[in-house]
């Protein structure tokens, strides 16, 4: 059986769960839009030209065909882009992504420290 302090910590996450998808399917309107849209073609030109996830494409290549290697390795959207496979092209899938993996990133933290 739980604690009450347990309890009460429990219900804090699911409501945070719960808040963090209220408007998930709103585009992408935010302050840090530019790096969301930036993550979000990365993740839609693996969905449309090959899922290599060691030449990611960026939409504003200009002339050329949008291959970056400058920058980190894109596993969260390349993880977006299998969603995309399975569920088609939707941008709240992205957000999805994001709070699964704080989730699973603080359950981790919680059985390692607490």
Known sequence: MLDKNSKYAILIIISGFL???INIKQPILEVAMWRQCAT???ARNFYYHGMNIFYPQVLWGGAT???IG?????LYPFTVAILYKIFGVHEYLGRLVSIFGFYICFLWWSVLFI
């Open 19 to 21: 808040a963090r998808l």
């Open 40 to 42: 979000a073609s990365i």
């Open 65 to 67: 065909e949008g291959y």
């Open 70 to 74: 400058e920058t980190e390795f894109h």
